[in-house]
């Protein structure tokens, strides 16, 4: 079933039916101020932290609501509707007496338009640019033949307590903190205003909701007084007797509710806006003041369009496959930057909670835009660098006010009782490696190396020596077969291999660390370096080839007694997918290896939606450590397609040459292939999730956990290095597609090191790698390698497959 389309010319997803299977939502704003918004224009808004900035609910799990609401009431017949379907949820169809809806999410806006009665309205919502508040503007049309007499009621329920935990649970005490006043053209709302005030005397925690551009005719501060006892948001009291009672908050619940009336001739148009922020009554005045002229409205979207497409046309393609296009141009891109910027941190399935930045996935996800930005990259690896411990592991979780040189470690009490996390892991610090060397490939900035950062408790060092510790962190943690422990999680983290266990993967990622800070001691002539690399790194190789090596695939790992996890002689978990890809991506396997290893992934682990975690689920033979088991089958961890790993699979079949396969994955992962599928896979069809539910679950291909996901940036490598085979180094870049033998031509443009780059691949022969010509700017070259001094500030780069 289909539920909306793209529109690749806007940038835009286009729902065209408001009863999505789920909320689908969009991003508006920055970590300054964030808020997520969905079609039906529920969701929530808060100030730096979604744990600790909240400043307007949302009810988690539950019917998407409340949210972001305007609501339209017919002043002569008494009738009323919400701007967005929900939360009245009129009955839906083409009739005069039937809402008909669309939502166009943006990049960092959202347009929903609605068509009730003979009335159209248009809000569109957005952070404007740089900017620490939203707007909301609202165009009321009547398309009748009649005048219209009309009222609108914007409308938020605010937190009464920013920290959300606290506002949703501490009732004893959130419940008496918090009152609301009315100013004017808008709601202010104090939060404890007898303590809260700084040296000027103002408030920084009152929060507003105002209006410009209508007179506001009544008003509410008390969620009861606007909603009304026993009735919820799709039957307010207020607009169903068309007028608020004007009553503000004293020790309840607080809410911002804003009535306006106006009369509209046909075909004339009313055009206002509301505005939400954590200002205090001078600030928020300004703001106020500032939009006088809504004109400015229309400036503030296209700067946000023009910021966010300036960035997404730094790497554009054309394929034969639409799903492919539509989601590298566009919506994979702009998940890559919004997993980049909130970190895990704030969707409608993470609640906020989470008070800070995950190692790992943040070092990840910078991977997903360094061909798009490689500035913004830097600085983010910076930061991450500068959450590196002495010792070369990464702290687990990396506090929204991190300071560096200064902070508690899992060495120390403090630290494990401050951010709950009770040990390190031993991927963290890993994950460095590939991402500094994408950067510094995509840039040729080697000086970045020589950069001297802290270290997050104690100490600096270069950037070089930071992955110098990240070295020695997994060396000085090598347990009985010379493999790196698990410590407290590998990635997976529902298998715990503890001290003295040991993962395969882990083990494959150090492998590739060690090739890649090689090529750093190479170019730096650190021979002595060189020469230990090239000792431990064969011993690692050897080790896990004599230990790891079981037939046609490579095993898990071993438990601390030294038991086997991912035997093919095991009953469950006997196939795990991730040693597979990476055996190929770090370079350790031979082609014999990788070819037997992608195959038994192709044979035991692929279904129709991608290609399981693991298989089969753990049901009745797990170990201590294998937390998986917590989960139903084919749910998550446990046998799941978890989807992250996808591509990582994708690039290891592209990095063989397969092609075909390599496309095949990408199609089964690709949430735009379901667009026509949207009852089945239930998310988003233009963003990435967490998992997909697999063939023991009676909901196959049900897709979970939206938006924050690692899968934005490992598809993206996947598709682009992979797939696109757009390979820079540190001194130039390699083309090498690996795509389906039925695309006959492909085009890329590209910006790398300041230059542009507009290649052609054509493939006329059918095939799925390799090459036969290659031409730089008309001249015919003996490799597919390009070093960066041929390039010319306009390069037309030919490749004939």
Not at 76 to 81: H, L, R, S, V
Not at 422 to 441: E, G, I, Q, S
Not at 495 to 502: I, P, S, T
Not at 632 to 641: F, L, Q, R, V, Y
């Amino acid at each position: 079933m289909n539920y909306g389309y793209f529109d690749e010319q806007n940038r835009e997803y286009v729902i065209t039916r408001p009863d999505t299977p789920g909320p689908w939502a969009n991003y508006l704003g920055s970590p300054e101020y964030g808020a997520i918004i969905s079609n039906n224009a529920g969701g929530y808004s808060f100030v730096k932290s979604g744990a600790n900035g909240r400043i307007i609910r949302y009810i988690f799990n539950q019917e998407d609501k409340p949210g972001r609401y305007v609501y339209l009431r017919d002043d002569e017949d008494n009738d009323y509707w919400s701007a967005s379907w929900q939360p009245v949820g009129k009955p839906l169809g083409d009739g005069y007496a039937e809402y008909q809806g669309e939502c166009r999410h943006g990049t960092a806006y959202t347009i929903i338009k609605g068509r009730y009665k003979g009335i159209t309205s248009e809000v569109l919502y957005y952070v404007p640019l740089n900017k620490t508040y939203e707007v909301w503007r609202v165009k009321v049309t009547n398309n009748s033949n009649r005048p219209r007499k009309l009222s609108a009621f914007g409308f938020v329920e605010f937190t009464n307590e920013n920290f959300y935990e606290n506002d949703q649970v501490n009732l004893q005490y959130t419940l008496f903190i918090t009152r609301t006043y009315f100013k004017g053209n808008k709601i202010l709302q104090t939060v404890n205003e007898n303590t809260g005030k700084n040296e000027e005397g103002t408030n920084n925690k009152e929060r507003f909701f105002g209006i410009v551009g209508a007179n506001v005719e009544s008003y509410n501060g008390d969620k009861t007084s606007f909603i009304g006892r026993y009735r919820s948001y799709h039957n307010p009291l207020a607009v169903e007797r068309g007028r608020c009672d004007n009553v503000l908050n004293y020790n309840s619940n607080a809410c911002g509710a804003l009535h306006t009336k106006f009369e509209l001739q046909p075909g004339e148009t009313k055009e206002f806006a509301f505005f939400l922020g954590q200002n205090n009554d001078k600030d928020s005045a300004k703001i106020l003041d500032s939009y006088s002229d809504l004109s400015i409205v229309d400036k503030e979207l296209g700067e946000l369009k023009s910021y966010w497409h300036g960035k997404l046309a730094n790497f554009q393609v054309n394929t034969p496959s639409k799903e492919f296009n539509v989601m590298i141009n566009t919506w994979n891109a702009y998940q890559c930057f919004i997993t980049f910027i909130w970190s895990r941190a704030a969707s409608f399935i993470y609640c906020g909670l989470r008070n800070g930045y995950g190692y790992r996935d943040t070092v990840q996800d910078i991977q997903g835009i360094i061909h798009l930005d490689p500035a913004m990259a830097k600085e983010k690896i910076r930061f991450m660098l500068s959450a590196q411990v002495d010792n070369g592991g990464g702290l687990p979780l990396v506090k929204f006010d991190h300071n560096p040189g200064h902070e508690d470690t899992p060495d120390d009490f403090s630290y494990v009782q401050a951010t709950g996390h009770p040990a390190y892991r031993a991927d963290d610090a890993l994950w460095l490696f590939p991402t500094v060397y994408k950067y510094l490939a995509e840039t040729g900035d080697k000086e970045f190396l020589d950069e001297v950062i802290p270290y997050a408790n104690k100490d600096e060092g270069t950037v070089y020596d930071h992955l110098k510790r990240a070295i020695n962190f997994s060396m000085e943690r090598l347990s009985t077969h010379k493999m790196p422990a698990g410590l407290y999680a590998d990635w997976n983290d529902c298998l715990r291999l503890g001290k003295k266990g040991e993962s395969t993967f882990v083990a494959l990622q150090l492998y590739y660390a060690m090739s890649i800070i090689r090529k750093f001691a190479v170019d730096k002539n650190d021979l002595e370096y060189i020469a230990y690399l090239d000792k431990v790194q064969k011993e690692l190789k050897d080790t896990i080839n004599e230990n790891c090596w079981e037939d046609d695939r490579f095993i898990r790992g071993f438990k601390e007694d030294g038991q086997v996890i991912g035997s093919k002689k095991d009953p469950e978990a006997s196939m795990w997918l991730n040693p597979q890809s990476w055996s190929v991506i770090s370079g350790l396997a031979t082609k014999e290896q990788a070819e037997k290893a992608l195959d038994s992934v192709y044979r035991e682990l692929n279904t129709k939606y991608g290609a399981r975690v693991m298989a089969p689920s753990y049901k009745d033979h797990a170990f201590d450590g294998a937390l998986a088991i917590l989960f139903n089958p084919s749910t998550k961890e446990n046998g799941g397609i978890f989807s992250q790993p996808q591509g990582w699979l994708i690039l290891a079949e592209a990095l063989m040459g397969h092609g075909n396969r390599a496309f095949e994955y990408f199609l089964k992962a690709c949430p735009a292939a379901m667009n026509d599928k949207a009852e089945i896979r239930v998310m988003e069809p233009y963003v990435h999730g967490q998992f997909i539910e697999s063939v023991e679950s009676p909901f196959e291909g049900r897709a979970h956990v939206h938006w924050l996901t690692g899968t934005a940036s490992t598809v993206m490598v996947g598709s682009v290095e992979g797939i696109l085979g757009i390979r820079p180094d540190l001194d130039g870049i390699r083309i090498a597609p690996s795509i389906p033998g039925e695309w006959k031509e492909l085009t890329i443009d590209k910006l790398f090191r300041g230059k542009k780059l507009h290649i052609k691949v054509k493939n006329e022969s059918g095939a799925e790698s390799g090459y036969k010509e290659f031409y730089l700017n008309g001249k015919k070259l003996d490799d597919n390698y390009i070093p960066e001094s041929m390039l010319e500030d306009e390069n037309e780069i030919l490749f004939v497959m």
